[in-house]
């Protein structure tokens, strides 16, 4: 598309064309099949003072809001020499890798209904009493994203995410209820299709847990971290303060995490990279630069950070491509895209079998991060002579994160990647996570 852009002032157009759809169960019963088309653009104005926003969902209305936030804005003929405008590249790209038979988009009412039964089907084992409600579902998001500049850019990409998601509320011992289930996730419907065993895994996991957890002895232990609760203490433990845009104002955030800084075991190494087809595949970021490879840690070693243009600019370092917006009603800001701890060198059954006394964290029902981080756990299994034992009810697991980087004394070979979403200021964002298995002394669990 061509805009007649105003003279001395940077001017963005992101349009965004977004298509999703939703199919869920509760047992027998259907709960949501819709389906949202919706395309709409945000058009931004920069004075070098001020940013000068407006949305609409007329694409042709959009010269129109351009003509109407340049009367806002006051002229500037250096606006081209403004450190953020230097930073926001020019890139002229058309990336669109979900079309055809490929895309999600295609897929009719029968479609999705045909996905939910199909596994309904194969994981539902009425004969199970213990199995007192399932929920099964269907959802996908595909966005065609396009962005123009008054500096020459021009970018064409596209987006899809699918989940099949199957859940079971389960009643174990001393009537306590327990939630289990799992998520498959992928960017096409090839990659949904015939897995019904993970699930079923899953299932029967979490009846056994159910049936034959005990409650944990609060105290300090070893702990290994499965490759999925792994991925969350990077998420948000480490990702968040790899965030440039929250040091802005925090000094003592810079002093700490000082670049060429030992942070952690050497074992230890945390990338994000926006290339990888995973649920936090990014090109290009919302405001038109190539999304770089970040050793946030390499080799134990502060390595790097996250940035937009705005953030770059004032901590004078270069743009990452990690401006995201959740979608053409905000504004981009500082985000993670696939985030992940780097496999190391260990075998995780010997990670496991080299634990005299500690806990396997298995899964995890919600992660938060600061200095402290707090993991509540789902499952967790007690170590005893390097092999797993009983199930244990464990609460929550809390670490501090300078401290358990150090502490991580094994890094298992075996890389495994998640979908999330990810929440700040508000705005929700499809990301990637990732980690191995990994040992640290020590963690309190209670």
Known sequence: MKFKFPKDLYTDVRIEDQKSASYEMQDDEVLFNSEICE??????????????????????????KIDELAKLATPNPEIL?????????????NILKFNGKNSFRNLTKE???????????KCIDKSISEIKVTYAS???????????????????????RGDVDMWFRILGKDNITYGGGEQLWGSDLKSLKGREQEIIEQRDRTLDFARN??????????????????????????????EADLMLNDKTLREEWTMGKLVANTKVSIVDEGDSMLHGYCPYDDEGNK???????????????????????????????????????????????????????DDPEKIIKDVKDGIYIYDWHYGTGNSTFTIQPQKCYRIRDGKLCEPLRVNVVTGNVFQTLYDIDAVGDDLRFFSGMCGKNGQNLFTATGGPTIRVKKLMIN
């Not at 709409?40 to 042709?60: L, S």
């Not at 994203?145 to 064409?156: A, R, V």
């Not at 290994?224 to 990077?234: A, D, I, K």
């Open 39 to 64: 395309k709409g653009a945000m058009i931004r104005i920069f004075d070098g003072k001020m940013w000068y926003t407006a949305e609409t969902n007329d694409i042709d209305a959009i010269q129109k």
């Open 81 to 93: 020499e403004n450190p953020i405008v230097k930073n926001c590249s020019v890139n002229k790209v």
């Open 111 to 121: 479609d999705r209904e045909k996905i939910v039964n199909y596994y309904r089907k």
């Open 138 to 160: 269907f959802t996908y998001r595909n966005v065609i994203k396009e962005l123009y500049t008054s500096k020459g850019t021009e970018i064409i990409q596209d987006m899809q």
């Open 213 to 242: 957890n005990v409650p944990v002895e609060p105290g300090e232990y070893v702990c290994v971290l499965s490759p999925s609760v792994t991925s969350v203490f990077t998420h948000e433990s480490f990702g968040h303060k790899s």
């Open 291 to 345: 999304k770089k490879k970040v050793w946030l840690i390499q080799d134990g070693i502060l390595s790097g950070r996250l940035h937009d243009a705005k953030s770059a600019a004032v901590l004078g370092e270069e743009p990452t491509g990690n401006a995201r917006a959740q979608d053409y009603n905000c504004s981009p800001i500082v985000r993670m895209t696939n985030t992940y701890m780097l496999a190391g060198p």
